[in-house]
């Protein structure tokens, strides 16, 4: 099996944007529904987002409708979150999972910091 | 979409047996056969320890068990070890088979 490694994480201020990536090094990316799952400061774990194995059905958390999107490339086995009008209340690890009706394999996530 | 309730705390002593449960409704806990357990190490990614209600993956010991009765689901850990002193948390699908929610977490203390 492969390896997830999450980047992008960082400080951004309210109301902004910022792009998470999750790169798969193992060969099988393609055939597994993908997840990213996140966890506030002294807070427990959140499932944030699903994604099928090739893009064609998305489901995310109420909380995150609407401002973040998910989305894959199954070319460069790669896995993307883009979060917009972000809150004080999305600050968090953010890890990214494969998901086959359980989260089976965990990047050691990318910590989004929203501040001004 | 609201958080599966587990206790925020559990404790044991080294040896013996501790049981977390993971109370939902008949709309995620009750309604799918697929709950599952994460054990997590502060500052390290979640490990899977348990799917579907009773299964365990390859490599993680027979001293985690799980179960479920009605809309409560429980994970026991026999024999405690000093390194199983984590965070668990129980996760299941919900009403639209394709969101997840998780418990809120129990941090298991090995005294």
């Known amino acids: 099996e492969g390896q997830l490694v999450e980047s992008g994480g960082g400080l951004v201020q309210p109301g902004g944007s910022l792009r998470l990536s999750c790169v798969d090094s193992?060969?099988?990316?393609?055939?597994?529904?993908m997840s990213w799952v996140r966890q506030a400061p002294g807070k427990g774990l959140e499932w944030v987002a699903n994604i099928k194995e090739d893009g064609s059905q998305k489901y995310y958390v109420d909380s995150v409708t609407g401002r973040f999107t998910i989305s894959r490339d199954n070319t460069k086995n790669s896995l993307y979150l883009q979060m917009n009008s972000l809150r004080a209340e999305d600050t968090a690890v953010y890890y990214c999972a494969r998901y086959q009706l359980a989260f089976d394999y965990w990047g050691q996530g990318t910590l989004v910091t929203v501040s001004s | 979409q609201s958080a599966l309730t587990q206790p925020p705390a559990a404790s044991g002593s080294p040896g013996q047996s501790v049981t977390i449960s993971c109370t939902g409704s008949?709309?995620?806990?009750?309604?799918?056969?697929?709950v599952s357990w994460y054990q997590h190490h502060p500052g390290k990614a979640p490990k899977l320890i348990i799917f579907e209600v009773t299964k365990r993956p390859s490599g993680v010991p027979d001293r985690f068990s799980g179960s479920k009765s009605g809309n409560t689901a429980s994970l026991t850990v026999s024999g405690l070890q000093a390194d199983d002193e984590a965070d668990y948390y129980c996760c299941s699908c919900t009403g639209s088979h394709n969101h997840v929610v998780f418990g809120g977490g129990t941090r298991l203390t090995v005294l």
């Open positions: 193992g060969l099988t990316f393609r055939n597994y529904w």
């Open positions: 008949s709309s995620d806990v009750g309604g799918y056969n697929l």
